[in-house]
């Protein structure tokens, strides 16, 4: 046994309608529910970008550099600048934004260092730095690094990298995220 309610208007106690129906199957929604529903349940977090480094990016000895990049994963408002390896906000997205990026180095010996940042505008804003502890030689090292920042419209976040062991080591496996958490 199956039970139905048949309405044509669902409304609050002050006789608000809420929903409203044509009889056909269609209904429409107040615009004040509409904007309920998007502000609780309807949360999208964008922009949002992910991008990775699929072939390696040699990384010089004691010397900090930024990630190169040549694979767009998923970029839902063209955010991210692949000629200049950086994640730019557009205009009205000012906001905090969760950003993460992590690579792998697999020539560091026990005692070196590795070393992964954020930048915004060219400035150090997240640093995770990393002693290898690892007995041996040519260690695989994987290093992550996220952060919550507070964005505006023009700021731009790049990720970088540094390491210490010598000499030359390839980074594999690069991949930098984010998303905006809530607006300004």
């Given at each position: 046994m199956t039970s139905k309610i048949k309405v044509n208007i669902l409304a609050d106690g002050g006789d608000?309608?809420?929903?409203?129906?044509?009889?056909?199957g269609s209904f429409t929604a107040s615009s004040s529910l509409a904007s309920s529903v998007q502000s609780v349940g309807g949360i999208q977090n964008t922009p949002a970008f992910a991008v990775k480094e699929v072939a390696g990016q040699s990384i010089p000895n004691n010397s900090s550099t930024?990630?190169?990049?040549?694979t767009i994963e998923f970029d839902t408002?063209?955010?991210?600048?692949?000629?200049?390896?950086?994640?730019i906000v557009p205009s009205g997205e000012d906001g905090k934004y969760y950003i993460q990026g992590w690579g792998n180095i697999p020539g560091?010996?026990?005692?070196?260092?590795?070393?992964?940042?954020?930048?915004?505008?060219?400035i150090t804003i997240s640093n995770t730095i990393v002693r290898?502890?690892?007995?041996?030689?040519?260690q695989l090292f994987r290093m992550?690094?996220?952060t919550l920042v507070e964005l505006s419209a023009t700021d731009y976040v790049e990720f970088w990298y540094y390491q210490n062991s010598g000499e030359s080591q390839t980074?594999?496996?690069?991949?930098?995220?984010?998303?905006?958490?809530i607006g300004a």
């Open positions: 608000n309608s809420i929903i409203t129906s044509d009889g056909a930024k990630a190169t990049f040549d408002d063209s955010v991210f600048d692949l000629s200049n390896n950086r994640f560091l010996d026990a005692g070196e260092i590795g070393q992964v940042f954020f930048q915004k505008n060219g290898n502890y690892l007995q041996g030689t040519n992550i690094t996220s980074v594999v496996n690069t991949y930098f995220s984010g998303f905006k958490l």
